[in-house]
């Protein structure tokens, strides 16, 4: 994924699928990003929460980050308004499957059924009338941050 050729680093992105197009504007953005990411042989590694002064994660500064993105679409507010309760719910019972039932939901299965809980609690609203359940699994970026 990621080697060093002429005095830089070379990012080989491997995908199993074909992408779509809206998929593949995600990637270059992606790319574009990694362009500009600099190994520092002095420094470990570290991760850092870059919506807090101290870099720690909080649940309050997710919340809040959230909320102050502005969102331009109906949609996306209703589902943003719903997403922490959804996440809370997924994850008591992704918890309780694991302790009582000895099944455990992999992280991406985990993340679709979060998407899937958010938009069914929403699905009535009029800005969801002609929405599907595939349009927002599937491309849940555009669904959320585009106006329909």
């Given at each position: ?132 359940l595939d349009s ?13």
């Open positions: 994924m990621l080697g060093q050729e002429n005095n830089g680093l070379n990012w080989s992105l491997n995908f199993s699928r074909r992408l779509y197009d809206y998929e593949i504007r995600e990637v270059e953005a992606l790319l574009l990003i990694l362009q500009e990411f600099q190994l520092n042989d002095d420094e470990s590694d570290s991760r850092v929460w870059k919506w807090e002064t101290n870099k720690l994660f909080s649940v309050k500064s997710a919340y809040s980050h959230i909320h102050s993105i502005g969102l331009s679409s109906p949609r996306g507010n209703l589902i943003m308004e719903m997403l922490p309760a959804s996440i809370v719910w997924n994850l008591w019972f992704e918890r309780n499957q694991r302790v009582f039932g000895g099944e455990e939901v992999d992280r991406g299965k985990l993340i679709v059924n979060i998407k899937i809980m958010a938009y069914r609690w929403v699905s009535l609203q009029d800005c969801f009338k002609r929405a599907n927002v699994v599937v491309r849940w970026k555009e669904f959320i941050f585009q106006p329909p």
